[in-house]
């Protein structure tokens, strides 16, 4: 049996298990810039970008005070943040140097530019812009071909609000 889900579909948020409800906060809302729609008691929060019930769920219900998972261990790799335009995208990586914070890779793919960084307890976080389709780099034959290029974090700087 096949079956396609609706090209209409979105992942409507993710919900992270933290160690640290006030430090996850502080990077989420702090540095990259979301908003605190509510908290849940004293071990959760929801976060939002436009006012949205929440992009982001943190809880530290089962996980306070806990430790990243192991490398070569499964579970999530990255969650991936999608800005609306190269200069919103810039505005980020600015805050991000401004804060001092770490990033582990930057990459121009031709369908998107993403900057790398992993969040307090060690969750892989992608910040990235789309480019249009139409600039998307093909193969002779019109078929897809991403690419892993270094992304130049300097131009991208000069573009931040």
């Not at 989420?28 to 929060?45: I, K, N």
């Not at 976060?47 to 943190?58: C, E, P």
């Not at 089962?62 to 990243?68: A, K, L, V």
């Not at 579970?75 to 990033?103: C, D, E, F, M, Q």
Request: a negative charge; proline letters at 6%; glycine letters at 12%.
């Amino acid at each position: 049996m096949s079956y396609t889900v609706p090209a209409e579909t979105r992942i409507g948020h993710v919900h992270l298990k933290v160690a640290d409800l006030e430090r996850a906060i502080g990077f989420y809302s702090g540095v990259l810039g979301f908003e605190l729609m509510q908290r849940y008691g004293s071990g959760a929060a929801f976060l939002s970008a436009g006012g949205y019930h929440h992009h982001i769920g943190l809880n530290t219900w089962e996980s306070r005070g806990g430790t990243p998972p192991a490398p070569g261990h499964t579970g999530l790799y990255h969650t991936a943040i999608l800005y609306p335009s190269r200069r919103a995208l810039a505005g980020a990586l600015k805050r991000l140097v401004a804060a001092r914070y770490p990033l582990d890779g930057a990459s121009d793919h031709g369908v998107s530019e993403a900057i790398y960084l992993s969040d307090p307890d060690g969750n892989g976080v992608e910040l990235y812009r789309d480019r249009p389709e139409a600039d998307w780099p093909r193969d002779a034959a019109g078929e897809l071909k991403m690419v892993t290029a270094p992304l130049d974090l300097q131009a991208l700087l000069a573009e931040a609000e």
